[in-house]
């Protein structure tokens, strides 16, 4: 458990500092160093649309990450009455249970300390449990944070291969990339900044890929109207039109908060149980 509590306080600072480094790489690196071209009027430079591009993706992913973190569960003791749930409140700090009738799959996560709707898993990376509050925005954030990462792996690949006089036109090339760099490093013909930033596109890759995964999953299993701790569990759930469960987590509004980070405020089930 001490574990886990030291890392759910070192995950959200370790995602934090592969962002600066990120934004200050894009900014101050790969876009001033790749998008030069004169002939190209200053409205419609690629480097322009290119950083234009990424402080979107990067706008959407920390405002996101942000409403995680703000829409916290509900707090510790506090009796979710759904009317006519089951009584499933998970293990209090003491051992004890202390049902309530609240809404199937409601969990208190020792973590947090606090009791969440509709609970689906723990995030270390956010240091929050992802529930009906926030379903949406986690979403967003995988989403985001991958398109992201594979920006700045395109655009770390074409700084890269501009500097080394690499060709990735063969795709093992960069499989290749980090034993071949490694061995230069250490034998004096790589500077320490050119393998930093070999490293980071590894890094991005695998957040990328790891985002993108998260994201397709948790997609998935909104359309069957389950969350992970459902499944975990076994709790069967009652079948309903994907449609439905979509819009029950992304809400009526859902172009709007595709494009800007906000609230799931057009979301039926958050009206459902806003008020009870």
Request: glycine share 6%; proline share 5%.
């Amino acid at each position: 458990m001490l574990v886990l509590r030291v890392l759910n306080v070192v995950a959200p600072a370790y995602f934090l500092c592969i962002s600066l480094v990120t934004f200050v790489l894009q900014l101050f690196l790969f876009i001033p160093s790749m998008f030069k071209d004169p002939s190209t009027t200053p409205l419609f430079s690629p480097a322009l649309l290119h950083g234009a591009l990424f402080l979107f993706l990067s706008a959407n992913a920390l405002g996101n990450y942000i409403l995680v973190i703000q829409n916290s569960p509900e707090d510790l003791g506090k009796c979710l009455n759904s009317g006519g749930g089951a009584e499933v409140v998970a293990d209090q700090p003491d051992g004890s249970r202390s049902p309530c009738s609240a809404l199937p799959s409601t969990h208190f996560c020792r973590l947090c300390a606090r009791v969440t709707q509709r609970h689906d898993h723990h995030c270390f990376f956010t240091g929050n449990c992802i529930g009906s509050r926030n379903m949406r925005n986690f979403v967003m954030f995988c989403l985001y944070t991958s398109l992201a990462c594979l920006d700045s792996l395109v655009a770390g690949v074409a700084y890269i291969s501009a500097v080394l006089s690499m060709s990735f036109a063969n795709p093992l090339a960069f499989l290749t990339l980090l034993p071949h760099s490694i061995s230069q490093f250490f034998s004096g013909a790589l500077l320490s900044s050119e393998m930093f930033i070999i490293l980071m596109l590894y890094l991005w890759l695998g957040i990328g890929l790891a985002c993108a995964g998260f994201c397709s999953h948790q997609i998935l299993l909104i359309l069957r109207g389950q969350t992970r701790y459902q499944v975990r569990k076994g709790m069967v759930v009652r079948a309903r039109p994907w449609r439905k469960n979509l819009q029950d987590v992304f809400g009526k509004r859902w172009l709007i908060g595709l494009l800007i980070p906000m609230l799931n405020v057009g979301s039926d089930y958050h009206h459902r149980h806003k008020d009870k």
